[in-house]
């Protein structure tokens, strides 16, 4: 169990700096024009298609770990934070931590149910 929450944590860490990298990438301008709805476009754009590229980039990280049920884990981990970051749009820089923290739930949460299943 200890060796799937750290997996977990991990990965969902990396994630956490993949969206902080990318929404400074809009700030800054740097891929975006600030004109009239550019960067606000470009963002509400690539929210759906952060949650879909980093549910599978966290799948696949997890399963090439040997993690167990490692979809479970990745889909409604990033669904969830993909969400809580949109909500705390100003604090982006927690956004590693808040990754990595439902990571770590899922993790716990889908482990328990495999350690019972396992336990007679």
Do not use: N, Q
Request: hydrophobic letters at 60%; aromatic letters at 10%.
């Amino acid at each position: 169990m200890g060796r799937r929450v750290a997996l977990a944590a991990g990965v969902g860490a990396l994630l956490g700096l993949a969206w902080w990298g990318m929404f400074e990438l809009y700030v800054s301008g740097a891929v975006c024009t600030k004109d009239e709805w550019g960067c606000l476009g470009v963002f509400v754009t690539s929210i759906p298609i952060f949650a879909v590229v980093g549910s599978v980039l966290g799948g696949l990280a997890l399963r090439s770990l040997k993690v167990s049920r490692a979809w479970l884990v990745a889909v409604p981990a990033t669904l969830m934070a993909v969400v809580a970051m949109v909500l705390l749009m100003g604090v982006t820089f927690l956004a590693f931590a808040v990754f990595a923290a439902l990571y770590v739930l899922i993790a716990v949460l889908t482990g328990s149910v495999e350690a019972r299943r396992e336990s007679p």
